[in-house]
Structures are given as structure tokens and as C-alpha cells.
């Protein structure tokens, strides 16, 4: 088992960063929110998960060690595989994750890609005494990230040369601009973030 790996970050996409581990680069699946926190030609210590198959060997990475412990105990649920598994955490933090169980909150897991309303029900009956009730203090709903817009115009005005702390500052007050209603195409909504920070 990998339980970690430690070096300076080489790329990030969509949905992987490549981290250089000694010359080595290994390629790390992570959620959104993970990979919004990584920045390329900075030193990262990402917690790990290897999930090895017949024909592959695949590193998933997270946030912290609670992040992982939930993604490893999410595929003790039979029909959960380490895909469905990052996919719920892409969407729900851990403790979002845990009231989801707990509280039976079906509604909450099947805004999940992939889980309809019966696996929900068999992840509630499975893990409802593995999960456990929320452990932080932390925010409990889905992690705001979890919207695709968010981290693309971030990356756009980081990539123009703002700082993540700015960056960060401009996705926010565009996201209270929106009123929860559909977003506009991503051009536009950087469009906004520029105005925001040209103030």
C-alpha cells in the first residue's frame, strides 16, 4: 500500500495530477477539490490509495487521511468500486457523506452520478454503521468546488498571473452573482472574475 506520495507537483487536469516523486512521475486520480489545492512546480504530500487490478494499478488521491479512510470504506458497499467511490467525494464532503448514511438522506446520494435510488438504498444499509457521524467541525455540505465552472476559471486567472488567494476571492463574489441559477458559459463567468478584480 501507498499511503502517501510526496514531491513537487509536475501537471494537473481535469481529474489527475502527476506528482515527481525523485524523477519519478506518478500520476495521482483525484477530486476536484483535491486537485484545486495542488499547484504546479509546488511541493504536495497527497494521501494515497492503490487500488490494483488484473490489469492495471491505480493511485487515487485526496485532500487528508479522512478524505481516504472514507474513500477505502465507501467501496466496502457492494456495487461501490473506487470510481463511484471518488465520484461521491467529488460531490460530498466526508462529513457530508456520514449524514448522508446516517440520516438516510437518499435524496443527498443520488445527486451522485451513477447511484440511482436502489443503490442508495444498499449504501445506506451497508455503511450506515461503518461510516460513523461526522468527525470535524468542517462544513458539512458538498464542498462548493464540486461545480466544474469554479475550478476552471480559477486555474484561467491564476494562469494570467493572479494569486489563488485573488483567484479565489473573484469565484466567490461571481458565485454570489449567480443566485443558484444555471452558469453561463465559463468565458463569460471570467469575464466577470477579471471585472471583479480590475476593481
Excluded at 51 to 67: M, N, P, Q, W
Excluded at 105 to 111: E, F, P, S, V
Excluded at 122 to 143: H, M, N, S, W
Amino acid at each position: 500500500m501507498i499511503a502517501f506520495v510526496s514531491g513537487t507537483v509536475a501537471a494537473a487536469g481535469p481529474d489527475a495530477a502527476v506528482i515527481d516523486v525523485h524523477g519519478v512521475g506518478l500520476s495521482v486520480q483525484c477530486t476536484p477539490a483535491t486537485l484545486a489545492g495542488l499547484r504546479v512546480g509546488e511541493e504536495a504530500r497527497v494521501p494515497t490509495s492503490l487500488v490494483v487490478r488484473e490489469d492495471s494499478l491505480t493511485l487515487f488521491g485526496f485532500a487528508d487521511d479522512d478524505e481516504r479512510t472514507v474513500f477505502e470504506l465507501l467501496q466496502t458497499a457492494s456495487g461501490v468500486g473506487p470510481r463511484l467511490a471518488l465520484a461521491m467525494l467529488a460531490v460530498h464532503s466526508p462529513d457530508a457523506l456520514r449524514l448522508a448514511v446516517s440520516g438516510e438522506d437518499l435524496a443527498a446520494l443520488t445527486k451522485v452520478p451513477g447511484i440511482g435510488k436502489k443503490g442508495a438504498q444498499r449504501i445506506v444499509l451497508e455503511l450506515k454503521d461503518r461510516l460513523g457521524g461526522p468527525v470535524g467541525g468542517g462544513d458539512t455540505r458538498a464542498p462548493v468546488r464540486a461545480e466544474p465552472w469554479r475550478e476552471q476559471v480559477q486555474n484561467g486567472l491564476i494562469n494570467l498571473g493572479w494569486s489563488a488567494k485573488d483567484a479565489d476571492a473573484a469565484v466567490d463574489a461571481v458565485a454570489a452573482d449567480l443566485d443558484g441559477g444555471d452558469p453561463p458559459p465559463v468565458a463569460v463567468l471570467l469575464k466577470s472574475a477579471l471585472k471583479k478584480l480590475s476593481r
